[in-house]
């Protein structure tokens, strides 16, 4: 029987990718479900391709365009978030690929988990906001949740056949971004459109800002921690500016395992979707003398104060991951709409967690509350600076 996929994100890069990893497979794979946030046309185009029962636009307003668009065709289309967290709990979904931007992921992933659905996680801010809830939650429900990230793929990869043996160290490897190696004073001016141009990974607009400033490796760390079941101490990220180590296990003995290939996101979604198979493609290979060497250096966090940040927040727990999370959503849309500079987003972030109020044990109301608090005092934060 094929393994019946729904998308949460489908217009997304991810979600795209992950539609041609289907699209080779269609023996193994079918699309049930479909939804976007805002992308109407691409969401149609994906639906008339791959047929699936149903499909979602988050944004209300654009259902009837929608629906109107698909009318010819034997496919459902409901509108809003309240759907979203409904067509993942359906019967003929085997396999919830969580694909979208940011906290939005949140409640659909929940949902999802409650509903006894396996999860292929592409959407790290979920257990960056709620990883203790999520974790709780999948284990409650005999979950598993399969990474997409490329890190955690390379990770998992590693752990396979080792769940017996404890992890004493995971080292996160990190490509440093399109600004490695700058100086405060470079980075005081840089545009959007140079943040915009990351070396090695192409992806959508977001996590290439976060991965500019390292925030998503600082999301990355506190997504292994629970993944992993691992505290943010064992986990040391290390600037790999080649991204084809993804990273690496040390275990007790001091042995190291490391998962390498070419960066390209479709290996990892390949791997969540069709694990515990490995797939055979024709994806270009990996070539040693394309790269005579690989090179690692500490990351500085002096001037990518986010990493830090992240470090201190995964520590204090609580909501301040949440807090950390809200923060940086509104400063990367605030820069990627040049209301703000590069450097600034730190500096908000790091006065938004001072602000907001600190939940030592938040249940999931307390954390969607606390999101909606420190997106308005970081809102304030942003208009009283400029
Ligand atoms: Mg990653």
């Not at 489908?10 to 479900?33: H, K, Y």
């Not at 060497?293 to 301040?320: Q, V, Y």
């Amino acid at each position: 029987m094929k393994k019946r996929i729904a998308i949460l994100g489908s217009t997304g890069s991810i979600g795209t990718q992950a539609l041609e990893v289907i699209s080779q497979n269609q023996d193994i794979f079918e699309v049930e479900v479909l939804t976007a946030n805002n992308n109407v046309d691409i969401l149609i185009q994906q639906a008339k391709a791959f047929q699936p029962n149903v499909v979602v636009i988050a944004n209300q307003e654009k259902y009837s365009f929608v629906s109107e668009a698909l009318k010819d065709e034997p496919i459902k289309v409901y509108a809003g978030a309240d759907a979203l967290s409904q067509v993942v709990q359906m019967d003929t979904v085997d396999l919830v690929l969580t694909a979208m931007v940011g906290y939005s992921g949140l409640l659909p992933t929940y949902n999802a988990i409650k509903a006894k659905k396996n999860i292929a996680l592409a959407n790290k801010e979920t257990m960056v906001v709620a990883g203790e809830i999520i974790t709780k939650a999948a284990i409650e429900n005999k979950v598993e949740i399969l990474p997409v990230d490329s890190e955690h793929s390379a990770i998992f990869q590693c752990l396979v056949g080792e769940f017996m043996n404890p992890i004493e160290k995971i080292y996160l490897t990190c490509s440093g971004g399109p600004f490695r190696g700058k100086s405060e004073k470079e980075l005081q001016n840089v545009t959007v459109d140079k943040a915009l141009n990351h070396p090695n990974w192409d992806m959508g607009a977001k996590i290439t800002i976060d991965s500019a400033t390292l925030m998503n490796k600082g999301f990355e760390m506190m997504e292994a921690c629970w993944l992993f079941g691992l505290p943010a101490s064992k986990i040391e990220v290390i600037i790999h500016p080649q991204s084809i180590i993804h990273s690496i296990v040390q275990f007790e003995d001091g042995s190291m395992k490391a998962q390498m290939g070419l960066p390209d996101m479709k290996l990892p979604i390949q791997y969540a979707l069709g694990f515990p198979q490995r797939i055979k493609n024709d994806f270009p290979r990996f070539n040693f003398f394309d790269y005579p060497r690989l090179d690692f250096e500490p990351p500085n966090t002096k001037i990518f104060r986010n990493l830090a940040l992240s470090f201190e927040a995964m520590k204090m727990g609580g909501n301040m991951p949440c807090i950390l999370n809200a923060a940086n959503e509104i400063v990367v849309e605030a820069f990627l709409n040049r209301k703000i500079a590069f450097l600034q987003m730190p500096e908000i972030i790091e006065k938004a967690m001072q602000k907001a109020a600190f939940i030592k044990k938040p249940t999931l109301d307390d954390l969607i509350q606390s999101n909606s608090e420190t997106r308005g005092i970081t809102t304030l934060l942003i208009e009283n600076k400029n």
